[in-house]
């Protein structure tokens, strides 16, 4: 079943090469992972609500470091069952944070590999994660990064309203690119999105700049990029670039110095601060092992 979904969602021009697909990094084994450094956040403890057999998201983006989607959908009922259970969730979040005791976390994330908020009980485990997290950890931050396509549904909303961070995807300033890089499911639309993401308050926008076979980075798509940033008018935006295997890999990493005229360009033109992001170490292109299923 895994190999017929990959197949699906690869873009044409892949199908006809397939050794020029990278496999990406594993897929989480697990709920929890970490306490991790990450470049964006600090310590932060990881919560992974996807299913970790097979890659379920709602995007299939060129750049994903776990490769290719599997099973591209919002209407996640059908995968019910491949979810963490609610009760495996409580259990998996309370014996870590209760081993930490308020040390060592500087904020907990719900990411993983997928999009989080299609779990079919995200804001039953948001607030259960409240709980836990007021109990063992009060200084620490919740938050969640998401892709945003579900940005436009009220329930998911409610939730990430209780978050104290929400960091939202943005990587295209006009549907054609959307479709270029993040190639979401057939229900998602761009226009409706950025409607969403206008109406929400206290969101930062992350942005991951790609250069290569598929690009966001010339002047055009660059200009109309900034130009939903002003609309948007999020608290911060958080670019950066390739890191880690990328699921096309034709790609190319943006320069350092690109990124932070980028950056700079967003302040000057919206007031919206912005951030380059840079990679502390170079670019593979290729992740020489299998994934590992
Ligand atoms: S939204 Fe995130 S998990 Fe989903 S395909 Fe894109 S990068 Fe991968």
């Not at 190999?3 to 690869?10: H, K, S």
């Not at 310590?43 to 591209?72: A, E």
């Not at 436009?152 to 006009?174: C, Y």
Request: a neutral charge; one cysteine or more.
């Amino acid at each position: 079943m895994e190999e017929v979904f990959a197949q699906r969602n690869m873009p044409e021009k892949q199908k006809s090469e397939p050794n020029s697909m990278a496999q990406g990094i594993p897929l989480k084994s697990g709920i929890i992972y970490g306490p991790v450094n990450s470049r964006r956040l600090g310590r932060s403890l990881g919560l992974n609500l996807s299913p970790v057999r097979y890659k379920l998201c709602s995007f299939n983006c060129v750049y994903c470091q776990y490769g290719w989607t599997d099973v591209c959908t919002l209407d996640t009922a059908p995968y019910e069952k491949d979810f963490p259970s609610v009760d495996d969730f409580a259990r998996a979040l309370e014996r870590v944070l209760a081993e930490h005791n308020d040390q060592g976390i500087d904020n907990i994330t719900f990411s993983g590999n997928g999009e989080p908020t299609l779990h079919p009980q995200f804001a039953e485990l948001v607030s259960i994660a409240g709980r836990l997290k007021q109990k063992y950890c009060s200084s620490a931050r919740l938050g969640v990064l998401t892709n945003s396509s579900t940005a436009t549904m009220g329930s998911v909303r409610s939730a990430l309203d209780s978050l104290d961070f929400k960091i939202m995807k943005l990587d295209a300033g006009d549907a054609a690119t959307f479709q270029d890089i993040n190639r979401p499911c057939p229900q998602i639309d761009y226009q409706r999105i950025l409607e969403s993401l206008k109406a929400m308050e206290n969101i930062a926008l992350q942005t991951m700049f790609i250069a290569g076979e598929f690009q966001n980075v010339d002047e055009g798509k660059v200009a109309s990029w900034v130009e939903r940033v002003g609309e948007i008018k999020p608290i911060k935006a958080q670019i950066y670039s390739l890191h880690r295997p990328s699921a096309a890999s034709s790609l190319r990493e943006v320069p350092a110095e690109k990124l932070q005229e980028i950056a700079a360009r967003v302040e000057k033109e919206t007031s919206v601060s912005a951030e380059a992001i840079v990679a502390a170490a170079p670019y593979r292109p290729h992740f020489s092992e299998p994934r590992q299923r």
